[in-house]
Every structure is written in C-alpha cells, then in structure tokens.
C-alpha cells in the first residue's frame, strides 16, 4: 500500500525534502501475522517497483528487522547490511530474471528498452545486465560470430 494511506503525503514530502532517500518501502506485519508493504508514492514507478521487489525478497528470505533509525521525528526499521545487499539481489533477480535478461540482449534491446518492456527502471536493467554476466555472454557470441564470419569471407 502507499504510504499516503497512513500519513499524509505532505509528510511524506517533507521527509523526502530532508533526505532524498530516507524512505524507499517497509514491511509492517499486521497483527493476524500478514505482511503489508509500504512504498514511497513519491518514487518514480520503476523505482517503486524495485523497492517492492526488495522488500518481497526480504519477505521470502525470512530476514529478521533489527535496527531502529531516526529521520527528523520518524523511526525506521532497518535490516544488517548483508541482508540489504541479499534483498537487493534476489529483488533485482525478480524484477529481471538471467534469461528473460538473455533473451532480451540477444534480441539487441537496450537498457532503456529493458526497463520500459519490463516495467522497472534503467537502473535496475543496467545492474542486471552487468551482475548476471548476459552482456558478456551475449558480447562473446557476437564476437565469436564475427570472427566466422571474418575467416569465411
Ligand atoms: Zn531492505
């Protein structure tokens, strides 16, 4: 849900104005045990989707929340950075999966075409294509490739 629906945006916005990116998305667990993600209305959509991403991945890895931080008058909880850098891998795995990735880099897509196709944002693409190894993949192929075609013609 927004987290419009639980504080005012103008909050929200001053927040944002404090630090750009002091709140990104949370998981709050409802007191019947379900999970609820809270994102920031105030991302860009691709964004938006990434921290929903992350936050799902810290969701089904199980991860336990452990530090309380204070922005201004607001308190967030955070999780140990090996769990932030395992959410935001297996987010970005959700978000672009190896071989829709391959695919789509054999097909000569860009980065750009990646994140408006796949309805995240150029920087998640960008991150997937370089921490997956597909540009390296698909860039030696099509060196391989011209190298045959070299030698036969
Ligand atoms: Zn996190």
Same mark, same amino acid.
């Given at each position: 849900? $927004? !987290?419009?629906?639980?504080?005012?945006?103008?909050?929200?916005?001053?927040?944002?104005?404090?630090? =750009? =990116?002091?709140?990104?998305?949370?998981?709050? /667990?409802?007191?019947?045990?379900?999970?609820?993600?809270?994102?920031?209305?105030? &991302?860009? =959509?691709?964004?938006?989707?990434?921290?929903?991403?992350?936050?799902?991945? &810290?969701?089904?890895?199980? &991860?336990?929340?452990?530090?309380?931080?204070?922005?201004? $008058?607001?308190?967030?909880?955070?999780?140990?950075?090996?769990?932030?850098?395992?959410?935001?891998?297996?987010?970005?795995?959700?978000?672009?999966?190896?071989?829709?990735?391959? /695919?789509? !880099?054999?097909?000569?897509?860009?980065?750009?075409?990646?994140?408006?196709?796949?309805?995240?944002?150029?920087?998640?693409?960008?991150?997937?294509?370089?921490? $997956?190894?597909?540009?390296?993949?698909?860039? /030696?192929?099509?060196?391989?490739?011209? /190298?045959?075609?070299?030698? $036969?013609?």
């Amino acid at each position: 849900m $927004s !987290a419009a629906q639980l504080v005012p945006i103008e909050r929200l916005e001053e927040l944002q104005h404090l630090q =750009d =990116d002091a709140f990104s998305a949370a998981t709050l /667990r409802r007191r019947d045990g379900r999970r609820v993600v809270v994102f920031n209305p105030l &991302h860009a =959509d691709g964004r938006t989707r990434s921290n929903q991403a992350h936050e799902l991945a &810290h969701i089904v890895l199980q &991860h336990t929340l452990r530090t309380i931080e204070n922005v201004g $008058s607001m308190s967030f909880v955070t999780c140990d950075i090996d769990q932030e850098e395992e959410a935001d891998w297996l987010g970005g795995c959700l978000l672009l999966p190896r071989p829709i990735l391959l /695919r789509a !880099a054999k097909r000569g897509e860009s980065q750009q075409q990646i994140a408006e196709g796949y309805q995240t944002s150029e920087p998640m693409a960008r991150f997937r294509l370089n921490a $997956s190894g597909v540009l390296v993949q698909v860039g /030696r192929a099509k060196a391989a490739r011209q /190298r045959q075609t070299g030698r $036969s013609g």
